[in-house]
């Protein structure tokens, strides 16, 4: 009776657990997919076929897949340089990530008005290039009649947001590396990039694995500093499920643009779960 008893207890320890994720996300989970896929409280494909009829839904994809793109392998590099440079750092690393992770504690509409205040038509960098001589007039970076400067505006915003998340997983996995790992390979006349390369790429793979899964769903997810710098001359999915539901109140087709949001973003995951495997026995 006994050995029953403490069978049940971890499941009676996880079933508050359970119960909460059940209650405020498998269950809004259900109920978005099933108003995505019916109409009139009936099954149906009509949602769907609307929002593939949608005059912005191919360059919604095609802009959020390209800022998927440009965003993360950037923001890995950099935060894998960052990583680094804060591993060599003795005095003074707490300040330095303290600095570093700034953009956190910043949301995403602050970040994008941040952004605006500084590439508006009256903003500081017209303002500076005018100063130098470097401009005639006012130029214009974030208009429809623009498209490439303001993709790259949205990037550069991105990459400045979003890099710390990135830098953090890093680093905790940086700090996992042994010492004696890297002291070895340096007795043995292995150059800093072959140390890198060799050693410590393979053994932080569980953390680069964690930020590019994370960093590439929240960049399928981007919305609030495309809409800050953009507003509609960009469209993303994201935001072309809040035009639907805010705009032309059909909650239908925009339940159909959050399912196809998390369907790709379950479709990346497994793609970096495939790619970026991850050997058990070689974690330190």
């Known amino acids: 009776m006994q050995n029953i008893k403490k069978t049940w207890i971890p499941y009676l320890l996880i079933a508050p657990s359970v119960i909460f994720l059940a209650l405020l996300f ?4 259900i109920q978005t997919i099933w108003l995505a896929v019916s109409e009139g409280g009936a ?6 076929r609307t929002m593939a009829g949608d005059l912005n839904f191919r360059l919604a994809i095609r802009n959020t897949f390209l800022l998927a793109l440009a965003v993360v392998p950037v923001q890995i590099v950099i935060a894998l340089a ?5 591993a060599k750092v003795d005095g003074g690393r707490e300040t330095i990530l303290w600095v570093w992770t700034i953009p956190l504690g910043i949301s995403d509409l602050a970040a994008g008005l941040l952004w605006l205040s500084i590439l508006q038509n009256s903003g500081y960098l017209n303002s500076l290039l005018f100063s130098f001589g470097l401009i005639e007039r006012q130029a214009n970076w974030l208009s429809y009649q623009t498209p490439i400067a303001l993709f790259f505006a949205i990037a550069v915003a991105e990459i400045w947001r979003g890099t710390a998340i990135v830098m953090v997983i890093i680093v905790a996995g940086l700090n996992q590396v042994p010492k004696e790992f890297r ?3 340096e007795v043995f006349g292995a150059g800093p990039w072959t140390r890198f390369f060799r050693i410590t790429l393979p053994l932080i793979k569980p953390a680069l694995q964690s930020a590019l899964i994370l960093r590439t769903v929240l960049a399928f997810e981007v919305f609030a500093v495309v809409y800050a710098l953009g507003g509609t001359n960009m469209p ?3 935001g072309e499920a809040y035009t639907w539901q805010n705009q032309n109140q059909n909650y239908g087709v925009a339940a159909a643009y959050a399912v196809l949001i998390m369907v790709i973003s379950l479709a990346a995951t497994l793609v ?10 070689r974690l330190p």
Not at 26 to 29: G, Q, S, T, V
Not at 82 to 86: R, T, W
């Open 183 to 185: 002291e070895a390979a």
């Open 272 to 281: 970096y779960l495939k790619a970026v495997r991850v050997d058990p026995e």
């Open 26 to 29: 498998l269950l809004p989970l």
């Open 236 to 238: 993303v999915l994201v």
């Open 43 to 48: 099954p149906s494909l009509a949602n769907l």
């Open 82 to 86: 960052m990583g680094s440079m804060v």
